[in-house]
Each structure stands twice: as structure tokens, then as C-alpha cells.
């Protein structure tokens, strides 16, 4: 017998003893209540939980509710591919010049050029010192004999070949001291003395720049030094090799590029360059200088330089 009717029974039990209790069962004749007449019976016990209905059939949609609050911005997503090329747009206008750029290393030595047209003779320049005397020439054939002379006073011509004599005696003077005075100021401030020929050279111990070397020797009645022979170069390099410097001599460019002369504007037909000279680096090389070898270099003008002078 199960355990409700059993709890059932003991109910009626009391019931039957209790006067004024109404039994009343359910209809499922699963449960029993006992009810007491004559006042209202207290809210009973929750029942057992009945088992879940079949579902109903999906009602129809309701209306569509207000729109809610906008919510926070969410987190920035990761950056997407780059989209096609667009076209080529229109060319903006051109900009302000830029700031000018520092210059370049000089360039290689051009290929010396043809040599152009001779150019309007230019303003007669100051007239140089005068050189040295030159050595007598030989005798001229004699001349056939003149006409016989009238018969004059015969002290005549012995007095005028007096004169004749004496008036060579004192070109002869003059000559004497003009070379003493040049040799006393040429030994003057000389520092080593070499000969060629009937040429002599000088060189001093003082570096100075082209022009001050040019004008040095001028002062002394010489000038810068130009070789026109090898015998002369060698003449010049026993000099240089006293004093062991690169020194200057009278031959230069300043005219016009590679078109070598010396002071008195004269070119020059006796060259002795190093190999690879003369380059002109960086187009300001126009004055000469002898090295250690005998062999000439183009250099700066105003690079100060020993410089050997010629009389």
C-alpha cells in the first residue's frame, strides 16, 4: 500500500474522533483534506509541481520597440589592405629655387684647346733693367780705303784719335762700374752663386710668393731665372740642391692657360716637366718651380717658394 493512503487512513482515523472535522478527497483520489466545520480551514500545503504542458504553437512577432541608447565606440580595427593606385593628378606649380649646393671636387684636366685668335696688342708694359754687356763680336771685314783727305794741320789727326781712344776708355769705365755695383748687390743678399755661359745665377734663403720673388730680382738689376738650355737647368738645380726646396723660376701661364713664357713675354722653347706636368690642379697652377730632379712643376703663385735669379 503506498505511503498516501496509508496517511490517508490515519487522517480518517482522526476525523472520526475529532467532532466538527469534515474529510473531503480529491477527485485523482491520490490526496485527502480534512477541513473543520464551521470555520474557514487554513491555505493548505503547495502541491507537487504538475509535469510541463506540450509547447504552444510560435505567437506572432510584437511590434518593433524603440530604438535603445547608442553604445560606447568600439576598439579601431586593424588597418585593411591599401586600395588600387589612383591616377596620375595634374603637375603643381613649380617651387622657389632651392639653396645652392656646395661645390664639387674640381673636375679632371681638359684636353688643352686650339689655340684661338691673336688678340689686340695689349699696353706697352714698363721697360726691365737692362741686361749684362755681351761679349764682343769678331772683327767685320775692313771697308774699301776713302778718298784722299785734304792736307790739313798735322797735330789734326792726332788729337782726334786721342779723343777717339779716350771717349772708349770711358764706356769702358762706365761699363766696369755698372757690373762692380751689379755683382756688389747681387752678392749682396745671395746665398749660393752657380755659372752657365756667360749667365749667372743667385739664390737667396727667404720664401716669398711669385710676384715678390719677380720683383726681388728686378731690384738687384737681374731677373727671375728662365733655362733655355739643359746646361742652364743644371746651372739652376746646383742652386736648388743647396737649399734642398722647390724654388721658383721666371716662366709662367698667367696669360693664357698652357701657353708658357717668361717675363718679358717671350715663349719658351725649352721645356724639362715631370711626367703628368703641368696639370693646373684646381685651375690656379700658372708659375713654375724646379723639384729635386731637375724637372719643372706648375704650382700656385702664391705658394712662397725660394727663387734663383739670373744676371
Keep these: 500500500m503506498s505511503t498516501v493512503k496509508v496517511l490517508g487512513l490515519l487522517l480518517l482515523h482522526v476525523a472520526l474522533v475529532t467532532p466538527?472535522?469534515?474529510?473531503?478527497?480529491?477527485?485523482?483520489?491520490?490526496?485527502?483534506?480534512?477541513?473543520?466545520?464551521?470555520?474557514?480551514?487554513?491555505?493548505?500545503?503547495?502541491?507537487?509541481?504538475?509535469?510541463?504542458?506540450?509547447?504552444?504553437?510560435?505567437?506572432?512577432?510584437?511590434?518593433?520597440?524603440?530604438?535603445?541608447?547608442?553604445?560606447?565606440?568600439?576598439?579601431?580595427?586593424?588597418?585593411?589592405?591599401?586600395?588600387?593606385?589612383?591616377?596620375?593628378?595634374?603637375?603643381?606649380?613649380?617651387?622657389?629655387?632651392?639653396?645652392q649646393g656646395v661645390a664639387g671636387p674640381p673636375g679632371a684636366k681638359g684636353e688643352r684647346g686650339a689655340n684661338g685668335a691673336t688678340g689686340a696688342p695689349g699696353t706697352q708694359g714698363v721697360t726691365g733693367p737692362t741686361g749684362p754687356k755681351g761679349e764682343s763680336g769678331s772683327s767685320g771685314p775692313s771697308g774699301p780705303p776713302g778718298q784722299k783727305?785734304?792736307?790739313?794741320?798735322?797735330?789734326?789727326?792726332?788729337?782726334?784719335?786721342?779723343?777717339?781712344?779716350?771717349?772708349?776708355?770711358?764706356?769702358?769705365?762706365?761699363?766696369?762700374?755698372?757690373?762692380?755695383?751689379?755683382?756688389?748687390k747681387v752678392l749682396s743678399f745671395a746665398k749660393e752663386v752657380s755659372r752657365s755661359g756667360n749667365k749667372f745665377y743667385i739664390i737667396n734663403d727667404v720664401k716669398v710668393t711669385y710676384s715678390e720673388a719677380r720683383t726681388s730680382c728686378a731690384n738687384r738689376g737681374g731677373q727671375l731665372a728662365v733655362p733655355r738650355t739643359p746646361e742652364e737647368n743644371q746651372a739652376i738645380l746646383s742652386?736648388?740642391?743647396?737649399?734642398n726646396q722647390h724654388t721658383f723660376m721666371g716662366i709662367n701661364d698667367l696669360e693664357k692657360e698652357g701657353d708658357f713664357r717668361d717675363l718679358s713675354g717671350e715663349a719658351i722653347k725649352y721645356f724639362n716637366w715631370r711626367t703628368g706636368e703641368p696639370n693646373n690642379l684646381g685651375g690656379k697652377e700658372h708659375c713654375v718651380e724646379i723639384w729635386d730632379d731637375g724637372r719643372w712643376n706648375d704650382e700656385n703663385c702664391s705658394s712662397k717658394r725660394f727663387f734663383v735669379c739670373e744676371f
Design 149 to 184: 783727305g785734304e792736307r790739313g794741320d798735322s797735330a789734326a789727326p792726332a788729337i782726334e784719335n786721342l779723343k777717339f781712344q779716350m771717349a772708349g776708355m770711358d764706356r769702358r769705365i762706365r761699363d766696369l762700374q755698372s757690373n762692380l755695383e751689379k755683382q756688389g
Design 239 to 243: 742652386l736648388r740642391k743647396q737649399v
Design 20 to 99: 466538527g472535522t469534515q474529510i473531503c478527497q480529491n477527485p485523482d483520489e491520490n490526496a485527502y483534506s480534512i477541513i473543520t466545520c464551521g470555520a474557514p480551514g487554513k491555505n493548505g500545503l503547495p502541491g507537487i509541481n504538475g509535469a510541463n504542458g506540450a509547447q504552444g504553437e510560435r505567437g506572432e512577432p510584437g511590434l518593433l520597440g524603440p530604438p535603445g541608447k547608442t553604445g560606447h565606440t568600439g576598439p579601431r580595427g586593424e588597418q585593411g589592405p591599401a586600395g588600387p593606385k589612383g591616377e596620375t593628378g595634374d603637375r603643381g606649380a613649380s617651387g622657389p629655387p632651392g639653396l
